[in-house]
Nanobody, 122 residues
Framework: QVQLVESGGGLVQAGGSLRLPCVASGSIFSINAMGWYRQAPGKQRELGATITSGGTTTYADSMKGRFTISRDNAKNTVYLQMNSLKPEDAAVYYC????????????????WGQGTQVTVSS
């Protein structure tokens, strides 16, 4: 089993920045890809950013140019740096990890963190 613990959420003004770390523990040898999803009230959970073990990244269009995903394998941690935050970025942000080559491969179950709340005031 893999345990994921997110932190770093909070209240920030529009235009501000936050960095969300997610620390993995347990059977970390099984982790390949990691990523961040988010879920706003009344909306479906959406995939935001992913990173493979080799460092290849992908971003949802809504995050491109403002958010950066990175990982420190020595610390078993993945980060989401969020800049130029907008009110529409407010959501619960969930860390995910997968033994697959990328997040969201059909038939391969993700591991999930408990989520961290990000609130953006206008």
């Amino acid at each position: 089993q893999v345990q994921l613990v997110e932190s770093g959420g909070g209240l920030v003004q529009a235009g501000g920045s936050l960095r969300l770390p997610c620390v993995a523990s347990g059977s970390i040898f099984s982790i390949n890809a990691m990523g961040w999803y988010r879920q706003a009230p009344g909306k479906q959970r959406e995939l935001g950013a992913t990173i493979t073990s080799g460092g290849t990244t992908t971003y949802a269009d809504s995050m491109k140019g403002r958010f950066t995903i990175s990982r420190d394998n020595a610390k078993n941690t993945v980060y989401l740096q969020m800049n130029s935050l907008k009110p529409e970025d407010a959501a619960v942000y969930y860390c995910a990890a997968s033994p697959g080559p990328r997040i969201g491969v059909p038939g391969i179950r993700n591991y999930w963190g408990q989520g961290t709340q990000v609130t953006v005031s206008s």
